[in-house]
């Protein structure tokens, strides 16, 4: 199974995100960062070009790769990971 796609919605005051896989098993998750919901939508969809084609079981090493590749992390960060994470759990 593989991540196909990872859309980010904005739904009155909630981030929502969606992850699609190619057996049609779709996870939800949401981004908790309501001050800042535009900022965390970005990384959203910035984080989705390092998910789109992998296994989307391999939750833990997911965060790991991700969250490794900046020295400085901030709440909106972690918020998008969380979201993600959140969905990921969902599809297992």
């Not at 989705?48 to 992998?54: E, L, V």
Request: net charge negative.
């Amino acid at each position: 199974m593989k991540i196909t796609d990872i859309k980010p919605f904005l739904v009155d005051r909630y981030l929502l995100v969606r992850i699609y896989t190619d057996a049609g098993i779709i996870g939800n998750g949401e981004a908790g960062m309501w001050a800042h919901h535009a900022p965390v939508h970005t990384l959203i969809q910035e984080l989705a070009d390092y998910y789109i084609g992998k296994d989307p079981l391999t939750i833990e090493h997911h965060y790991q790769t991700v969250s490794r590749q900046t020295h400085f992390m901030g709440a909106g960060i972690s918020a998008a990971y969380s979201a993600i994470d959140i969905a990921l759990w969902d599809i297992l």
